[in-house]
Every structure is written in C-alpha cells, then in structure tokens.
C-alpha cells in the first residue's frame, strides 16, 4: 500500500517561506523509479499541479504562478520529496497534496495516482 505523509504546512505571512515535506512508503516499488509531484487546492478550486521531479530528481517542472518561487525536490536514500517556497502570496493558499506516479518520468497531472492526506497553507497578507 502506497503511503504518502505530508508535513511542514502552516501560517505564514506574504513574502513569507515555507518548506514542505512528503514522506514516501511506496509498497515495494523503488523510490527512484517514481517520478513525485505536488498538487494544491484552494477552496472552491479544482485540484492543480505545482510540480513534478522524475524519479532520479534530474527532471523537474513547475506550473503556473509558482515558477521562480518554488523549488521541488528529492531525497532516494531517506524516500524524500520537499517542496521549497519562498515569496508566498495570498494566492498559494491552499492545501497542498504529495503524489506519486507509476511513471519514472512524467509531467502529465493523470498520471499521479497516488495521494496524500494533505497539509494547509496559508498565506496572509
């Protein structure tokens, strides 16, 4: 059973930074072989992409408002993901999800299949 266990949201003030962590038990699949991603929802809003990092961690994506603000990375000896976000607006308020894929290498949002429970950012102005 694939786990995925999200920490390091929180409050914090616009301009703000916050670093999240995804701890990642993937059920007898290599670690490396799973390209990661984080998604976020807002309140009222659709699910979307933030990031993606291939399974060697050599590969990485980003969408939307989070470029040049956000940096997504990868830990395959501790089974690791981290999302790094630094210049926090209001608008990043959401909850953010850690996910997995089948997929050693993928950007494509159905691909990910795997979710966690969620951890909440919030950003103030």
């Known amino acids: 059973q694939v786990q995925l266990v999200e920490s390091g949201g929180g409050m914090v003030q616009a301009g703000g930074s916050l670093r999240l962590s995804c701890a990642a038990s993937?059920?007898?699949?290599?670690?490396?072989?799973?390209?990661m991603g984080w998604f976020r929802q807002a309140p009222g809003e659709e699910r979307e992409l933030v990031a993606t990092?291939?399974?060697?961690?050599?590969?990485?994506n980003y969408f939307g408002s989070v470029k040049g603000r956000f940096t997504i990375s990868r830990d395959n000896v501790k089974n690791m993901v981290y999302l790094q976000m630094n210049s926090l607006k209001p608008e990043d308020t959401a909850r953010y999800y850690c996910?997995?894929?089948?997929?050693?290498?993928?950007?494509?949002?159905?691909?990910?299949?795997?979710w966690g429970q969620g951890t909440q950012v919030t950003v103030s102005s």
């Open positions: 996910t997995a894929s089948l997929s050693i290498l993928t950007s494509q949002p159905a691909d990910f299949t795997s």
């Open positions: 993937l059920s007898g699949r290599i670690f490396s072989r799973s390209a």
């Open positions: 990092i291939s399974g060697s961690g050599g590969t990485t």
